[in-house]
């Protein structure tokens, strides 16, 4: 079974750093792109970034650039998102989800359960 | 960046009934990287439609999506209980990716 199980979040003061994880299962993690989408709870979606499957290419939304940080240990089937400088804007549900091509249309699946993030002193 | 408008922003219908779903872009997209995603309380998204038209593994045939350009739309022919949720549609461009604001279909 496919799986993505995501970590690391939790209550973060104004100015501070946050590193969520996603572990990934059922799949060759290395062969597919990998993404983190945010969600304030009860709105939309909002993407965040997105990783190439050897590590080697980003990008980012441009309310999170120069301040996160999308990285990946494939030896490790692991997605990360180190999260600095954040604010209280950045408050959110993070999911990560795997890019897959079905007949060569991008989509995202699965998704995984999310780690909720809380900016506030 | 491409902005996603979706509308209306909340449908009130009852089981049984139609639902049509409007994603407009705010310029042209390519139909392969129009996508479309249901979310239920407390879950995370999963995926329904590709490629604007394509049904994702496991979506039954009363969801299809249409359209190309700048206007597309999802389509429920008659709803199931288990339909009442809030969709999304996704642009994936080249370095970036938007997400519309979302439609909630309510009874």
């Known amino acids: 079974e496919v799986q993505l199980v995501e970590s690391g979040g939790g209550l973060v003061q104004p100015g501070g750093s946050l590193r969520l994880s996603c572990a990934a299962s059922g799949f060759i993690f290395s062969r597919n792109w990998m993404h983190w989408v945010r969600q304030v709870p009860g709105k939309g979606l909002v993407w965040v970034s997105r990783?190439?499957?050897?590590?080697?290419?980003?990008a980012y939304a441009d309310s999170v650039k120069g301040r996160f940080t999308i990285s990946r240990d494939n030896a490790k089937n692991t997605l990360y998102l180190q999260m600095n400088s954040l604010r209280a804007e950045d408050t959110g549900i993070y999911y990560c989800a795997r890019d897959i091509r079905y007949s060569g249309h991008p989509t995202f699946d699965p998704w995984g359960q999310g780690t909720l993030v809380t900016v506030s002193s | 960046e491409i902005v996603l408008t979706q509308s209306p922003g909340t449908l009130s219908l009852s089981p049984g009934e139609r639902a049509t779903l409007s994603c407009r872009a705010s310029?042209?997209?390519?139909?392969?990287?129009l996508a479309w995603y249901q979310q239920k309380p407390g879950q995370p998204p999963r995926p329904l439609i590709y490629?604007?038209?394509s049904r994702a593994t496991g979506i039954p045939d009363r969801f299809s999506g249409s359209g190309s350009g700048t206007d597309f739309t999802l389509t429920i022919s008659r709803l199931e209980p288990e339909d009442f949720a809030v969709y999304y549609c996704?642009?994936?461009?080249?370095?970036?990716?938007?997400f519309g604001g979302g439609t909630k279909v309510e009874i």
């Open positions: 490629g604007a038209s």
């Open positions: 310029q042209s997209v390519s139909t392969s990287d």
């Open positions: 996704r642009h994936y461009g080249s370095s970036s990716l938007t």
């Open positions: 990783i190439d499957g050897e590590g080697t290419g980003t």
